[in-house]
């Protein structure tokens, strides 16, 4: 009976009589409104993206849409400008001018190659970051074009500058693509979400052009009025960029992205002891609406009594960000707390980091140094115990110390490697189950890593030297 009644409910509007034909025509319209709609989208969507993507997906494809549209229209208009640059229309095209431009794509081509020599690994570690300033690069790039009918002289200077910035723009974007679509997958569906970002950016491309187009054709064929048409959407391009990365959740660690997951999750008790709470460790979802990526973020800064760390600073420029950073004092001072650093005590000599602290009447920092043998768990070890030695420094109100330290700065680093050292395996754990991927580490460049000799009474034998 049950079987029956399902069927019959499927099949009503088709099988309804007269007088529900409205009924039934306005569902049927409905329907076929819904399946237009469907198949219109299947070639940009990944299949049942319902079901495969996370829902941040929709919202920044929809912000992409509008940065590559508009980036495109922005585009067009350049190409105008540089046009009227060299002065097309006023005659045939000079073999000088065609030379320009193709050396100007030239010098643009490897320019791209060297960035990507220097810039590689910060694709995978901060891709948001790399993809935000891939966007100022091309925009920035695009209105240097748009200023080459005021200085038609300097064509091949500003021509190949500019293309420098396009390269690297589109590169940055190629290189982070993989990164940031693979944060949207809930099955593995990464090609099919890529290929139909790809014809996302064809779509948004070829209406960009539609809509330069006709802007160009419709303002009289000067720099001062295509600039006019230039600007908004130039801006707007960006602000659609931005947008978009604000959905885009990375999973990795990197030192903004652990200092966020972990700092509500240390706790002082009512008796002045720290505390761990795994269930305060936020998820990647959660550090991704309030994570910076239009800067790069290197160090921890102070906040309050809590001293500030730096990780893997340059053993050669220790001490110049400090109060009377040249004077010979202090240089002792930071002699002092590099030894006191790389000589721990028995406790911590089979750690593969290195933690030191100065505090002067006015600042207050922590240095963390990992060793070129250090795993991916020793640093992410290094770390926690950096933010819980902070804590326990705030929560003693010892931020204000003697530039070289204390007993009691002794004492607290003691405590806080026990208290880590006694919580790291939950706190690992905790850091995995909430989502995070702890498989590559993304807290220090592995060429500021270092090697340390030390003899069977544990003192320093020779300089600390950064690894190759």
Not at 111 to 136: C, E, L, N
Not at 191 to 212: I, M, N, P, R
Not at 369 to 398: C, P, Q
Request: hydrophobic share 40%; charged share 15%.
């Amino acid at each position: 009976m049950s079987h029956k009644v399902r069927i019959s409910l499927h099949v009503a509007p088709e099988l309804a009589g007269k007088g529900k034909a409205s009924s039934s025509e306005q569902v049927s319209v409905a329907d076929r409104m819904r399946q237009s709609y469907a198949s219109l989208m299947k070639p940009f969507l990944p299949a049942d993206y319902k079901n495969t993507v996370t829902p941040e997906y929709i919202h920044y494809t929809k912000w992409q849409f509008v940065h590559n549209t508009l980036g495109s229209a922005s585009g067009v208009l350049a190409t105008q400008a540089m046009l009227y640059a060299m002065g097309l229309g006023s005659g045939a095209l000079p073999l000088s001018v065609a030379i320009n431009w193709v050396l100007k794509d030239g010098f643009g081509q490897l320019g791209g190659v060297i960035y990507a020599t220097m810039v590689g690994p910060k694709f995978d570690s901060d891709p948001k970051h790399q993809r935000f300033w891939s966007a100022v690069w091309l925009q920035s790039a695009t209105w240097l074009e748009m200023l080459t009918p005021l200085f038609p002289h300097l064509f091949l200077l500003i021509g190949s500058v500019a293309n420098i910035g396009k390269n690297i723009s589109w590169l940055a974007m190629s290189a982070t693509k993989a990164s940031i679509n693979k944060t949207f997958c809930l099955k593995e569906n990464l090609g099919d979400l890529t290929a139909k970002s790809g014809s996302q950016a064809t779509a948004a491309g070829l209406l960009g052009t539609a809509v330069g187009v006709l802007i160009g054709a419709t303002m009289d064929v000067s720099v001062y009025t295509l600039i006019v048409g230039f600007v908004p959407l130039s801006f707007i391009s960006l602000w659609g960029n931005y947008k978009s990365l604000l959905y885009a959740i990375t999973p990795t660690l990197n030192v903004e992205r652990a200092r966020l997951m972990i700092k509500d999750a240390l706790r002082l008790t009512d008796s002045g002891d720290i505390c761990f709470e795994p269930a305060l460790l936020k998820t990647p979802r959660q550090v991704s609406a309030v994570e910076t990526f239009m800067r790069e973020v290197h160090s921890i800064q102070p906040s309050g009594q809590r001293p500030g760390i730096t990780i893997s600073p340059m053993l050669s420029r220790l001490g110049r960000g400090l109060p009377g950073g040249s004077h010979a004092k202090t240089q002792r001072d930071v002699a002092q707390m590099v030894n006191d650093a790389f000589n721990p005590p028995r406790t911590r000599q089979t750690e593969q980091y290195y933690i030191g602290h100065m505090a002067s009447s006015t600042t207050s920092r922590l240095y963390l140094w990992f060793d070129t043998h250090a795993t991916n768990s020793d640093i992410l070890k290094g770390f926690y115990h950096a933010m819980v030695y902070r804590e326990m420094l705030a929560s003693r109100h010892h931020a204000h110390a003697g530039m070289h330290g204390s007993v009691l700065s002794a004492e607290l680093c003691e405590q806080s490697f026990e208290f880590s050292q006694r919580t790291f395996a939950e706190f690992s754990k905790s850091v995995t189950q909430s989502g995070w991927d702890i498989g590559t580490m993304y807290l220090s460049k592995l060429s500021r890593h270092v090697s340390v000799r030390i003899s069977q009474s544990f003192a320093l034998l020779a300089n600390v030297t950064a690894s190759k």
